[in-house]
């Protein structure tokens, strides 16, 4: 094979820019930046390794807080090896410290224990690997990190973590309890047989993790997680026995409260003893003092709620009774009655209230109509003696024209005028005629011939 035109051998440190012998004797030129580096023109592993030890040299020393989770110390050894974890999220990093500056520490590192290390990052490039060279590790105090989880408290109040309105009530009686708990512990033993004993069919869906140690928060908050999922599980609760407070730290944990914070479940915090207080306490729904306490929380007991029921079962007895006993004493009372001991009473009275009533329309009817008939007596007796009738009766007689118009002047009769004149049992014509009076006379006298 042919080396590409215009490479130059690298030296023997590999170092890009630097000669460096080809397959087949030829020298090559390495790119100087990762960028140029192509399928055609690549990095060897040595040149990749020592680029990246170089930045990593030039990092400045700094402090990096974690967890041991296992410390190497052999005999006679002067090198101690530490794995320092993250106490939120599941990574960590290898650490080189001299035995000399664990030994000069007042108290001993053991596993599970926080520490600050002031170390300087060193690349190994013959295994590829990075660690911390430590120059100094000091312990984490009690009064600092109670310290920091006042401050923790503090902000997680701000945010409403804490509020009472958040919290959701618990279910009387849960189709299935969840509960995270150490493995094999006393705390998971407390809870069911606790509940049990209240409860003998409540289901439980077991999660056992890490309650102690590097990755108790990372387990526990995965089991939350899932059992949150779980439309099954009506609570949650976690459960863990008593201990120092380091040993509960994980349960003061930022993430795992906040975690805790957005579940949909109901969530039961029993985490040690009456006298410890997580944070977790602080933001789960409903908080236990111990694992006893909390399976009397989460199930009724059923010898109490069936004495309960009972008693309301007597007491609904004793009211239906004396509601009955009282009903019967009202109907009894209104039996007694007379109308309701002889009920043709009330059709009785009505009738003969209907009869007198009867009759004395009838009367008044009667005596109205009696004294109209008087008035209409009466009324005729006058009409009869004011009629033109009765005027003929007593001898006087109308005069009428031939049309039929009364005579009401002497002027208005003409002479040989044929007159009617209406008596009071007939009619008859006359007509009127004039006489003079002999000559000599002292006047005339006018006379009237009448024809029947």
């Known amino acids: 094979m042919t080396s590409p035109a215009g490479r130059v051998p690298a030296g023997p440190n590999g170092v890009a820019g630097q000669p460096a012998a080809g397959a087949n004797g030829r020298s090559t030129a390495l790119p100087e930046k990762a960028a140029d580096t192509t399928a055609e023109h690549p990095w060897p592993v040595r040149t ?7 930045y990593v040299e030039k990092m400045s020393p700094l402090w990096v807080e ?27 990093l290898s650490i080189v410290v001299p035995a000399t500056t664990l030994d000069a520490m007042p108290t001993p590192v053991s596993e599970g224990g926080r520490v600050v290390v002031h170390a ?7 295994r590829g690997t990075l660690h911390l060279d430590a120059r100094q590790v000091r312990q984490v105090g009690v009064g600092e990190l109670l310290a920091r989880l006042e401050q923790l408290k503090g902000v997680l109040r701000a945010e ?7 919290k959701r009530p618990l279910p009387f009686l849960p189709r299935r309890v969840g ?20 409860w003998p069919t409540v289901d439980f869906e077991i999660r056992e993790v890490a309650v102690q140690g590097p990755s108790a928060v990372t387990e ?7 059992l949150d999922l779980d439309r099954s599980v009506d609570v949650i609760v976690i459960a863990r026995g008593g201990g120092s407070f380091e040993d509960l730290l994980a349960f003061s ?13 109901p969530v039961v915090s029993a985490i040690g003893h009456d006298v410890d207080t997580p944070l977790l306490d602080f933001v789960a729904d409903v908080r236990a003092s111990t694992p006893t306490d909390a399976a009397k929380l989460i199930v009724p007991d059923l010898e109490e709620q069936r004495s309960g029921l009972q008693a309301t079962v007597a007491r609904g007895r004793r009211c239906v009774a004396q509601r009955l006993g009282h009903e019967r004493q009202l109907l009894d009372s209104l039996c007694s009655r007379p109308v309701l001991a002889e009920p043709t009473t009330m059709v009785t009275t009505r009738r003969e209230e209907l009869d007198r009533l009867t009759q004395r329309a009838r009367q008044r009817v009667l005596a109205r109509i009696h004294r109209e008939q008087d008035r209409v007596a009466h009324l005729r007796t006058q009409v009869l003696a004011l009629s033109p009738q009765q005027t003929l009766e007593r001898g006087y007689a109308v005069v009428q024209h031939a049309d039929g118009r009364v005579v009401m002047d002497r002027a208005d009769v003409d002479v040989e005028e044929l007159l009617r ?3 009071a049992r007939g009619d008859f014509a006359v007509r009127p005629v004039t006489e003079r009076a002999p000559s000599g006379g002292a006047g005339s006298r006018s006379r009237r011939t009448a024809r029947r």
Do not use: H
């Open 160 to 166: 409403g973590l804490f509020d009472r309105d958040r």
């Open 253 to 265: 944990n930022e993430s795992l409260v906040r975690a805790v914070a957005v579940a949909v479940t």
């Open 220 to 226: 526990v908050s995965e089991a939350l997680r899932a």
């Open 179 to 198: 509960l995270i708990c150490g493995r094999a512990s006393a705390a998971e033993r407390d809870v069911v047989e606790n509940a049990r004993r209240r």
């Open 48 to 54: 990749l390794s020592m680029k990246i030890a170089g």
């Open 421 to 423: 004149v209406r008596v």
């Open 120 to 126: 300087k990052p060193v690349f190994w490039t013959k």
């Open 66 to 92: 974690g967890q041991v989770v296992q410390l190497n110390r052999r005999p006679g050894s002067p090198t101690c090896y530490l794995t320092l974890r993250d106490t939120d999220v599941d990574m960590s």
